[in-house]
C-alpha cells in the first residue's frame, strides 16, 4: 500500500519556467489537497478537490492550477514559477465527510527551488 | 492574521519528563483540533485530535487538553523519549470539510 505518492522530491526551476508536481493515492480517498510549508507559517492550503472532475481554492492559490480527472491522481501546475514559489509542497488525501484527523494522509514532500 | 498560533517556536526537554506544547486559535468556529508530528524529510503525520465538545483526549503517553473558553489547547507527552523530537503542528477544521488549518510548529528536542 503506497499511501501518498508525491513526484519529483526535489526541483530546480528558472523563473518563469512552468512544471507540474505530481500526487498519486491508492486508498480510493475522494478528498485531495495541497499545502505548501514555508518557514515560521506552517503548512498552507493551496487548492483542493473533494472528488473527481471538482477543485476548488484554498488560502494561497495564485500561480498555481490543479485538475482532478480521476480519484488518484491530483497534480499541482505552477504556470510561470516565481522565487517566492520556493518551498515544501505537500499533497494530502482522505475520505470526504470526515472530520477525523487520522484519516488524513500527507504525501513526503516536494522540495522546489526557484532560482 | 493567523488563526491558529504556535508561540514557541522550539522546547527542550529531558528524556522522561513531560513535555507541554501549546497552541492558540482566534476563530471560535473551529470545531476539531488535530496535533501532527513531522520529521525532517517527512510528510506530516496524525498523533492525536480533539473535538470541540470535549476538553481531554488520551492516547497512550500523549494528551491533547483542549479549553474553549481560552481558545487554547495544549499537548502533553509523559514521558518524553528521544524518538519524540519532532516539529509538532497544531492544526484545526472547520465545518464539515477537511480543510486545516496550520499553525507553525514546534521542535521538540527531547534529551537523553
Known amino acids: 500500500n503506497a499511501g501518498v505518492t508525491q513526484t519529483p522530491k526535489f526541483q530546480v526551476l528558472k523563473t518563469g519556467q512552468s512544471m507540474t508536481l505530481q500526487c498519486a493515492q491508492d486508498m480510493n480517498h475522494e478528498y485531495m489537497s495541497w499545502y505548501r510549508q514555508d518557514p515560521g507559517m506552517g503548512l498552507r492550503l493551496i487548492h483542493y478537490s473533494v472528488g473527481a472532475g471538482i477543485t476548488d481554492q484554498g488560502e494561497v492559490p495564485n500561480g498555481y492550477n490543479v485538475s482532478r480527472s480521476t480519484t488518484e491522481d491530483f497534480p499541482l501546475r505552477l504556470l510561470s514559477a516565481a522565487p517566492s514559489q520556493t518551498s515544501v509542497y505537500f499533497c494530502?488525501?482522505?475520505?470526504?465527510?470526515?472530520?477525523?484527523?487520522?484519516?488524513?494522509?500527507f504525501g513526503e514532500g516536494s522540495w522546489l527551488t526557484v532560482v | 492574521d493567523q488563526q491558529v498560533k504556535q508561540n514557541s517556536p522550539s522546547l527542550s526537554v529531558q528524556e522522561g519528563r513531560i513535555s507541554i506544547l501549546n497552541c492558540d486559535y482566534t476563530?471560535?468556529?473551529?470545531?476539531?483540533f488535530l496535533w501532527y508530528k513531522k520529521y525532517p524529510a517527512e510528510g506530516p503525520t496524525f498523533l492525536i485530535s480533539?473535538?470541540?465538545?470535549?476538553d481531554k483526549n488520551e492516547d497512550g503517553r500523549f494528551t491533547v487538553f483542549l479549553n474553549k473558553s481560552a481558545k487554547h489547547l495544549s499537548l502533553h507527552i509523559v514521558p518524553s523519549q528521544p524518538g519524540d523530537s519532532a516539529v509538532y503542528f497544531c492544526a484545526a477544521i472547520v465545518g464539515g470539510g477537511n480543510k486545516l488549518v496550520f499553525g507553525a510548529g514546534t521542535i521538540l528536542r527531547v534529551k537523553s
Open positions: 494530502a488525501s482522505s475520505y470526504s465527510g470526515t472530520r477525523r484527523g487520522n484519516t488524513i494522509y
Open positions: 480533539i473535538s470541540s465538545i470535549k
Open positions: 476563530n471560535s468556529m473551529f470545531d476539531y
